[in-house]
């Protein structure tokens, strides 16, 4: 198995701890993902929806919020996507930034159905 010895960029991070080290096997570029013309798209989208899902969830939790570009970077981590240069990271910044009202409704929906409370799972 290939390990990966390139930094990963996180530009939501002071430019002295942009680029972190990362020690996982190479991770796939958000570039190289799947498009809405590839027979992979619909499952692609719904994982981005799901982890935008999951991070809102979390950050309500906890009482904050995240701009457009720490949610991206958020949902790069739990993808396993590379989004070490700007290109990349703006490939994936307009997806997230396209489904991200999608995965507020589905918040909405749960917190509805569940009645306020969300059950916090640990890792």
Do not use: H
Request: glycine content about 6%; overall charge positive.
């Amino acid at each position: 198995m290939k390990w990966c010895t390139e930094r990963i960029y996180r530009p939501s991070l002071p430019r002295s701890r942009a680029s972190i080290p990362t020690c996982s096997p190479c991770l796939m570029r958000a570039s190289e993902a799947p498009t809405i013309i590839d027979p992979g798209w619909n499952q692609y989208r719904s994982r981005v929806i799901a982890a935008i899902t999951d991070v809102e969830m979390l950050m309500q939790q906890l009482g904050k919020g995240l701009d457009c570009d720490g949610l991206t970077a958020e949902v790069a981590q739990r993808l396993g996507l590379r989004v070490d240069t700007q290109p990349d990271f703006d490939v994936l910044s307009v997806l997230v930034r396209a489904v991200r009202p999608i995965g507020r409704e589905a918040l909405r929906a749960t917190r509805e159905d569940q009645g306020g409370q969300f059950s916090l799972l640990l890792l």
